[in-house]
């Protein structure tokens, strides 16, 4: 099974590797647990799981027969500084409104 190259925004954009993410938000999780809260088959969660590894948003760590997920930051940092480019953007807009507003109240007086 051949796991594609993607970028964060592409892995991001499944549903269910979204809901994968969301619930190693709350505790790492072995595979076999996180087959219980999807309606898809095993092999499917796998893949969808290599795919997460591979773009490094989850570590696995083999802890006995049992192959432990969990968060890993590196995945969702290309995320962040695309994310913080709008915010800077943003954030100098309404500097810049600020700015004409309160020169507006203070010709006003």
Not at 36 to 49: L, V
Not at 78 to 90: P, R
Request: net charge positive.
């Amino acid at each position: 099974m051949s796991i594609p190259n993607l970028d964060p925004f592409q892995v991001i954009a499944d549903p269910c590797r979204r809901q994968i993410l969301e619930l190693l938000t709350k505790d790492t999780s072995n595979i076999k647990s996180m087959v219980q809260n999807f309606e898809i088959s095993r092999p499917a969660i796998s893949k969808h799981i290599k795919i997460l590894e591979r773009s490094k948003f989850i570590s696995i760590k083999k802890v006995g027969r049992e192959r432990q997920c969990s968060l890993n930051q590196n995945g969702f940092e290309e995320l962040k500084d695309w994310i913080v480019q709008f915010d800077n953007f943003w954030n100098s807009r309404l500097k810049n409104l600020e700015h004409v507003l309160n020169k507006k109240v203070s010709n006003n007086y």
